[in-house]
């Protein structure tokens, strides 16, 4: 795939532990700098403490251009705590299942002020990523039925 680095595109990463930090770093080794920005949460951290810390990342993007939070779990605390923002501010949209790959796909999005665009083109960022996931014994099971045919 050929992507086009935009920079209004903003990405939060907010991830249990130091998975964020982890994610982000390697997509700037791949990718080069780029607008993220991340929050780890730690065990024994006072809910309130992350909802301040969430509240002040976003702020410091001092933009009101789009943003996407990407969590790490489905209905864990992380999510939860990202999805509140979606109510106070309208240029959010939250992301679940952080993996490299789709924090990649979601940082060269072209977002733009029209809700229902972004909505879409977020979808299948989110969709790419589930096609490039696959066991890979499964991949070579596959190659070799091709190759037994001598289709290829």
Same mark, same amino acid.
């Given at each position: 795939?050929?992507?086009?680095?935009?920079?209004?595109?903003?990405?939060?990463?907010?991830? /249990?532990? $130091?998975?964020?930090?982890?994610?982000? *770093?390697?997509?700037? !080794?791949?990718?080069?700098? /780029? &607008?993220? $920005?991340?929050?780890?949460?730690?065990?024994?951290?006072?809910? &309130?403490?992350?909802?301040?810390?969430?509240?002040?990342?976003? *702020?410091?993007?001092? +933009? &009101?251009?789009?943003?996407?939070?990407?969590?790490?779990?489905? %209905? %864990?605390? +992380?999510? &939860? +705590?990202?999805?509140?923002?979606?109510?106070?501010?309208?240029?959010?949209?939250?992301? +679940?299942?952080? =993996?490299?790959?789709?924090?990649?796909?979601?940082?060269?999005?072209?977002?733009?002020?029209? $809700?229902?665009? =972004?909505?879409?083109?977020?979808?299948?960022?989110?969709?790419?990523?589930? =096609?490039?996931?696959?066991?890979?014994?499964?991949?070579? =099971?596959?190659?070799?039925?091709?190759?037994? *045919?001598? *289709? !290829?």
């Amino acid at each position: 795939f050929l992507y086009v680095l935009i920079d209004f595109c903003f990405t939060l990463l907010f991830s /249990h532990g $130091k998975l964020a930090n982890g994610v982000a *770093d390697s997509c700037q !080794l791949i990718i080069g700098s /780029h &607008q993220f $920005k991340t929050l780890n949460v730690l065990l024994d951290q006072p809910v &309130q403490e992350i909802e301040d810390s969430l509240d002040n990342l976003i *702020d410091s993007f001092e +933009t &009101q251009e789009p943003i996407i939070i990407v969590t790490d779990i489905p %209905g %864990g605390s +992380t999510t &939860q +705590t990202a999805i509140k923002q979606i109510e106070k501010r309208d240029n959010i949209y939250v992301v +679940t299942g952080m =993996n490299l790959g789709l924090v990649m796909s979601l940082s060269f999005l072209n977002l733009t002020s029209n $809700k229902e665009n =972004n909505r879409r083109v977020i979808n299948e960022a989110i969709e790419e990523t589930k =096609n490039g996931m696959y066991l890979v014994e499964d991949m070579f =099971n596959t190659m070799d039925e091709i190759t037994d *045919d001598g *289709d !290829l």
